[in-house]
DNA sequence: TTCATTTTTTGATAAAAGTCAAAATATGGC
DNA sequence: GCCATATTTTGACTTTTATCAAAAAATGAA
C-alpha cells in the first residue's frame, strides 16, 4: 500500500495509523502522513472532477479552507435548531440527514458515503436554524468549509469554480430523480430502484435508514425482502 | 398601460397586440414592442435577482442568446424520448413536465409559472433522450436558451454569472424541502403544505395535475377538500 | 466469547389510499 | 352563449401500507 490511499479504498484510509511508514527516510509521523493522505484525496477528486490541474499554492488555500474532523459513529453534526454553518466532504465513512416529527419518526432526507457531499442546504444557504438531524451512521473522517470561504475559494481557483458549476448540475439531475420516484412510485417499485441504483446502501446502512429514505415503515421494507 | 409591462401582469403582455401604440410618435408596431417587452422583463429578472447591471452590449448579447418562442394550451415543448436542446424562462403562462409510466399515469415532476425556469435537467445536462413531457398548461411565452449559449453568456456577463450561482442553491434548497414532503408526509400533509407554499398553483392548475405533483388519484385530492 | 441492546421479522388488525363506475359540474372553443 | 368535452365528485369496494405487539435474529462493547 502507498502511502496515497484512494477515496474508495475506505481501509486503506483508515488503517494507516496502525503500519509503518512506507518511506524509512522519512521524518514524519503515521498521523501527519495520514493527514496528508486525506487531503490528497480531496485534491484527487477535484482533479478528476473537472479534469484542471491544481497548483501547489491552490492546495495550500484549500487545506487551509477545509477543516478536518473526525466523528464517532452516533456522533451529531449538526442538531435540529442549530444553524448548519459547513459543508462536509466526506472522507470516510457515512452520515445522513434526517428530521424527527412530533411522534418521533425519522425521514431520512439523504445518505452520503465516501467522496460525496453533505449538508443541510437549506440551512447552510439562508443561515437558518436547520429543521433536521446530520449524524455519522459509521466512524466517519470529514473535511468541512464554510460557505464563504468556499466562495472565496470558488474566486481564486479555476478549478474550484469548475467543480462547483458541475456539482450544481449533477444535484438538479439527481434530485429530480429522487422527487419522480417519490411521488410516481409505489413502494415496491421504489425499493426495486433503490437496488439497482444504490446497492451499496443496503450493505452500509440498516434497513431501518433505508426503510425511512424510501418513506416506508420497517415492517413494510422487511415484508418486500420477502419476495 | 406602459409599453413595457411587469412579469406578474400576464394580460399586460398578451393584450398588447390588440391595443393602439401608446405613444403616438412612434414608427414601431405593438408587435415589436411587445417583443421589447418581453426582453426587458428578462434584464429586469436578472437585474432584479443579481442586483448587478446589465450594459446595453451585455442586453444585446442575452437577446441574441434567447429565442422567443410561443405555446398554445397543451403544446409540447419537449416529448419522451427527444433530447431536451433548452432551458426556459417561462414570461407568462405556465408549463408542468411529466412522466407517464406503462398504464398511462401521469407525474407532474415539477410546474413553471412565469418568472419560473423550466427544463428537463437530466435530459439537458447529460444530452440524453428525456423520460418526461413538457407541456403548456395554458398559452404560454418562453425564452428559450442552450446549455452551450448560456455556459457562453456566462462567461461573458458577471449577472449571469451571479444568477447562475444564486440560483443552483435556490435549487439545492427547494429540491431538498419537496424530497422531504414526500417522503415524510402523508397525502393530506402534503396538500396542507402545498396550500401553505404554492396557494397560486390551486388557480392555475387543474385538481388532476396538482393531485399527480402531490403523488395521489384525483378521488383521493377531491375527498381531502370536502375536509 | 458473552450478553444486553438493537434490529429485523412475523402475525393480526386498522387506516390510508387506490380502483372502477357513474353522476354532477365546469370549461373553453366555436 | 351553446354544447361537446373534460374535470371533479361521489359511492362501493379492493389493495396497499401502517400500527401494535411479540418473537427471532443480529450486533457490538466489555
Same mark, same amino acid.
Given at each position: 500500500?502507498?502511502?496515497?490511499s484512494? !477515496?474508495?479504498?475506505?481501509?486503506?484510509?483508515?488503517?494507516?495509523? $496502525?503500519?509503518?511508514?512506507?518511506?524509512?527516510?522519512?521524518?514524519?509521523?503515521?498521523? /501527519?502522513?495520514h493527514?496528508d493522505d486525506i487531503?490528497n484525496? !480531496?485534491?484527487?477528486?477535484?482533479?478528476?472532477?473537472?479534469?484542471?490541474?491544481?497548483?501547489?499554492?491552490?492546495?495550500?488555500?484549500?487545506?487551509?479552507?477545509?477543516?478536518?474532523?473526525?466523528?464517532?459513529?452516533? *456522533?451529531?453534526?449538526? *442538531?435540529?435548531?442549530?444553524?448548519?454553518?459547513?459543508?462536509?466532504?466526506?472522507?470516510?465513512?457515512?452520515?445522513?440527514?434526517?428530521?424527527?416529527?412530533?411522534?418521533?419518526?425519522?425521514?431520512?432526507?439523504?445518505?452520503?458515503?465516501?467522496?460525496?457531499?453533505?449538508?443541510?442546504? /437549506?440551512?447552510?444557504?439562508?443561515?437558518?436554524?436547520?429543521?433536521?438531524?446530520?449524524?455519522?451512521?459509521?466512524?466517519? $473522517?470529514?473535511?468541512?468549509?464554510?460557505?464563504?470561504?468556499?466562495?472565496?475559494?470558488?474566486?481564486?481557483?479555476?478549478?474550484?469554480?469548475?467543480?462547483?458549476?458541475?456539482?450544481?448540475?449533477?444535484?438538479?439531475?439527481?434530485?429530480?430523480?429522487?422527487?419522480?420516484?417519490?411521488?410516481?412510485?409505489?413502494?415496491?417499485?421504489?425499493?426495486?430502484?433503490?437496488?439497482?441504483?444504490?446497492? $451499496?446502501?443496503?450493505?452500509?446502512?440498516?434497513?431501518?435508514?433505508?426503510?425511512?429514505?424510501?418513506?416506508?415503515?420497517? $415492517?413494510? !421494507?422487511?415484508?418486500?425482502?420477502?419476495?
Amino acid at each position: 500500500m502507498t502511502a496515497r490511499s484512494t !477515496l474508495n479504498d475506505q481501509a486503506a484510509v483508515t488503517e494507516t495509523t $496502525e503500519l509503518p511508514a512506507v518511506k524509512s527516510s522519512s521524518f514524519r509521523s503515521t498521523a /501527519e502522513e495520514h493527514r496528508d493522505d486525506i487531503y490528497n484525496s !480531496l485534491f484527487d477528486y477535484f482533479r478528476n472532477y473537472t479534469k484542471l490541474p491544481l497548483s501547489p499554492f491552490d492546495q495550500r488555500l484549500i487545506r487551509d479552507a477545509f477543516k478536518l474532523k473526525k466523528l464517532r459513529r452516533r *456522533q451529531f453534526l449538526v *442538531q435540529e435548531g442549530d444553524v448548519c454553518k459547513y459543508i462536509c466532504f466526506v472522507v470516510c465513512g457515512a452520515l445522513r440527514i434526517y428530521s424527527v416529527n412530533e411522534r418521533g419518526q425519522e425521514a431520512v432526507v439523504a445518505f452520503a458515503l465516501e467522496g460525496k457531499w453533505m449538508s443541510d442546504w /437549506e440551512s447552510v444557504v439562508t443561515q437558518t436554524p436547520s429543521r433536521y438531524h446530520i449524524d455519522a451512521v459509521e466512524h466517519s $473522517e470529514i473535511l468541512q468549509i464554510s460557505p464563504a470561504e468556499l466562495h472565496a475559494l470558488e474566486a481564486k481557483i479555476p478549478a474550484i469554480d469548475e467543480f462547483l458549476r458541475l456539482e450544481q448540475r449533477l444535484v438538479a439531475v439527481t434530485t429530480q430523480k429522487r422527487i419522480h420516484t417519490a411521488i410516481s412510485m409505489n413502494a415496491e417499485e421504489r425499493y426495486q430502484d433503490l437496488l439497482e441504483n444504490h446497492p $451499496e446502501y443496503f450493505q452500509r446502512f440498516s434497513q431501518n435508514m433505508i426503510a425511512s429514505y424510501l418513506g416506508i415503515k420497517p $415492517e413494510t !421494507l422487511s415484508r418486500l425482502r420477502k419476495r
